[in-house]
């Protein structure tokens, strides 16, 4: 199960897994955004390389009009998967404060 | 040890992590490790199901445990010879404008498992990693 949707104060909210198979999913719903910045990550349980591709391609688009994508509340598991992928350097993670 | 075949299509993720999870929960297996362990068997399906998208083949995945080590083991059946632990490198120190999504799966399932180990035989590729748990 994955869902992808803005919560009440625009920010973007996924929750769920995000996987090879939902990556379609959340790639249309990103896109859809012209400006999309913090992305709640409290209850995505689960990233695969798939959505790691979400989220840089996403972050490469917004670099084009200087903004981009906060992600906050993630995971321990999810923080060190976007470590050891590099995105710690292009990408503001952080607790959500 | 427990086994089955499942459909090239991305469409079969759900199937899979339904039958790891059931495995996970007959083993005891703790959640931080189920996570690695379903990432990167979604790593290496996938890349299975990218990379030879007309095979008519399932794909087996084999799951065991023996101690405090799982071992999940996926065979593509009638495919050409690809050793992933030879897989290059992709440059995570690149600025975002030189990144690329793609490469990076193979490249985190080395990172997080205890082991990668690659078999070819018979036209017969076999995937093994080995993960210790709690």
Redo the contacts between chains.
Sequence with gaps: MFEIRLGDKGEVVCEGRLDASQAAKAQVFLDALAAPDVVDMAKLEYISSAGLGVLLRTQKRLLQTGGGLRLVNASRHIRDIFRYSGFDRIFQIDDGT | MISARFPRS??A??QI?EFTRRFYDAEGVPD?DR??L??CL??IF?NCVKYNRGNPQEIELELDRSDDRVQARLTDFDVEPYDVTRAPQVD??????Q????G??L??IR??VDELTYDYTNRQSRITVTKNVG
């Design positions: 991305f469409d993720l759900d992590f931080e996570l690695v379903d990432f979604e790593e996938t995570i120190s690149l600025p975002l404008d990144r690329e999504p793609g990076l799966g490249q985190l990172r997080l």
